[in-house]
């Protein structure tokens, strides 16, 4: 489970957030491209943007579930 204390800097501000356990995997990347993007400096992903619409909240979910190490979290409802 994502650690709200441990979110990575880069993260836009909102409910959805990836925190410094990520491993780097694309997985979210590639589910939600236009959510996630790569640190190239650091070496993880983070939330580029917050999703807007059902098609990228749909997106995110999946992001978020499909996640193998659980480092995207949601303080959302």
Not at 30 to 43: H, I, K, L, Q
Not at 55 to 60: F, G, I, L, P, R
């Amino acid at each position: 489970m994502a650690d709200r204390e441990d979110k990575v800097p880069e993260n836009a501000a909102g409910t959805l957030y990836v925190d410094s356990t990520c491993i780097d995997c694309d997985a979210c990347r590639e589910m939600a491209p236009t959510n996630f993007v790569r640190s190239e400096e650091e070496g993880y992903s983070y939330v580029t943007r917050q999703p807007d619409g059902p098609e990228e909240e749909e997106q995110c979910r999946d992001a978020l579930e499909g996640c193998p190490v659980e480092a995207i979290g949601d303080d959302g409802e």
